[in-house]
């Protein structure tokens, strides 16, 4: 089997788009920063549920690292990613320079305010404002039906949906559920950072997120609970809690038991910042 | 002939340029606030020489009015727009309510820096950023071929082209030139504030800006011409003057004699508040 077509112009994107649609082909996209794991594979398996292409994007977002953060060691591999693309039966990759995305006078910036409060924000002031720009340039570039976002990244999930109906992208946003390890070890890019005696602390974040849900859908104070959750992953062995918060899943504003909600975290384990969610049900 | 079709749904409006693009027709916009005049005229025939279908959306979008401005007393006059409509041959009018474009929850701002700096922005500073985010929804909303835009809101013109470069928005964006009285006064929606004596004094704001254009293109020291012309603005009679600024013709960057310029300026008569601008010829 061929593996996908590489493209790092968005006219050569645009061309091949413009003769699938031409044929009448429904086109998704899965954008991504590369460092391919299990997840993006679902992700794209999703997308070909829906459409009859798929695109993945490759780009390591410059204006969504923070000069303190990780962008220059975010792991790249390109072609261990074109071959997870093949398996997994993607299209087109879209490779593109940070040029080709930021040419020379690019001066605009999308701020999505909303579910992008607090959480992440608190930790990564600018980091929404990133996302919600570069994924809006690559549904213009791209012009997709659909675009699939691991649930993952929950809080992005929420401000891509939020940024698409606020400018009318006629983009539809599905949500993909994290693909976990054996022991519920979300798979996130980050996780190359991990030693294995890492690895071993940084299961317990899906563990100990899953029975506090499970505690606040069964009547716990969310205060209680979620600061328990904070201690609880600190004597797990992560050195530090950003959040442990409950949310209303779709807006992310405060909880309220009666509805659907999510439990959202982030904890540090050495120099690497992992993130989690997982679903509370309404009592 | 028959007037323009009025629909005030987005999906209305997709639905009928959707059939337009089927049949292959070619879609212009012209976006506007109302209160049409001779100038949206111009704009509406400048835009059926590039496509087939033109589309005027008519939205008094309350985002690029601070709270001390005019948005309530802007002049509404929807039949008397339609009948313009009609003569100038635009085949759709576009007038959403704010609730279609600003639905409860509404949470994102496009912000375009680079040209929007100074100049308007001084003495406005939101404005550009609403202008970006309804000019962003209105064009994935209809989705056009091209845009028409007067150089009379010349900075606007810059902050739009920016707007869809930056962003990938696959619109073309096409300036119009002003159109003026016999006395080369620029047509505006707020002339309609003006009385009789002010009318006179207005009419003097292009004249002060040619002769000074005329002083730059042949070697004037620029901070004194511009010095001069404020001044004689107001000994021609207006109250205040917020700039009269030389610039960069395409990035409004600093002006510089050997490139093509554009001389622009703001100033108040009574409570209202008149823009115009003009070309400088490298010297």
Redesign the interface.
Known sequence: MNGPTVVDS?TALRAQVRDWRRAGLRVAMVPTMGALHEGHVSLVRIALERAERCVVSIFVNPTQFAPTEDLDKYPRQLARDLDRLRDAGAHLAFTPRVSEMY?A????????????GGLETDFRPSFFDGV??VV??LF??A?PDCAVFGEKDYQQLCVVR??C??????VEIVGAPTVRDAHGLAMSSRNAYLGEAEIEIARKLNVILRQTAEELATGADETKATGDAAKALIEAGFQKVDYVTARQAM?LAPWQRDRNGRLLAAAWLGTTRLIDNVEILPG
Chains 1, 2 share one sequence.
């Open positions: 968005v040419p006078g690019f001066a605009t910036k999308i701020s999505v305010g909303g579910p992008s919600a720009t809006a340039k213009m570039q012009a939020r940024l109906r606020d400018l009318d992208l006629p807006t």
